[in-house]
């Protein structure tokens, strides 16, 4: 969906963001969950803010890369996430992983090999000094995600998952906003086409796969 739409990096991400605040919004308001930001600590903000910032990061990153190198490498490098935040949460949670759970890391990660591995091995894929400025984007994406995930790790063991991501989206998408008007990137007015395909990024990897991911960071 990013690549289909063309846009720019940031203007894809804010996108994103823009349509899945208002369902996190409506959901807010739906279970009264709003009420808990009243009583967040400056601390767990600030812990909220920083995650918000990574993820803009992670996205501004990551689909820059998209359009320097391929789709299958862009994916395989920014799908090192679970390795770094298994590193990360031995460092920063003093969680160390078990195993088993180092054992599922390296299966979805091989997973994600599997998947691109056709794409990987055409023909000049992935070759020259752009694409590899791509594949770097694609790794520090990789890495300001784990940072995204670890700090929810702490913040979502006290707060709900609206409120938390009411934060951290929130504030991924001022950072967002900030760096476009910073370097000139158009936001608005966007073609039908476009709106469409940041609804369907919203509905799908955002909403489903970020917040079904930060739904589990209470628990796992």
């Not at 739906?30 to 909220?48: C, E, F, H, P």
């Not at 791509?134 to 998952?161: N, P």
């Amino acid at each position: 969906l990013t690549r289909l739409s063309g846009a720019p990096a940031l203007t894809v991400a804010a996108g994103r963001l823009g349509f899945s605040l208002v369902v996190v919004d409506v959901a807010l308001v739906a279970t009264g969950s709003w009420r808990q930001l009243r009583t967040l600590g400056r601390r767990d903000l600030l812990v909220g803010l920083g995650a918000g910032g990574m993820l803009a990061v992670h996205f501004w990153s990551w689909n820059a890369s998209l359009n320097l190198t391929t789709v299958s490498a862009s994916v395989v490098l920014v799908d090192m996430q679970p390795a770094i935040v298994g590193l990360l949460s031995v460092v920063w949670l003093r969680e160390m992983p078990t195993r088993r759970q180092w054992g599922g890391i390296a299966i979805a990660m091989v997973g994600a090999v599997v998947v691109t591995l056709p794409d990987l091995m055409r023909e000049g894929a992935g070759v020259g000094g752009r694409a590899l400025f791509g594949d770097a984007l694609a790794f520090v994406g990789a890495i300001a995600g784990a940072c995204y995930f670890v700090a929810g790790r702490k913040l979502r063991a006290t707060l709900d998952l609206w409120p938390y991501v009411a934060v951290v989206y929130g504030a991924c998408f001022v950072v967002l906003i900030a760096a476009a008007r910073g370097t000139g990137v158009v936001l608005l007015p966007q073609p039908p086409r476009q709106l469409v395909i940041f609804a369907a990024l919203a509905l799908g990897p955002m909403l489903l796969g970020h917040t079904g991911l930060n739904y589990a960071l209470r628990y796992v």
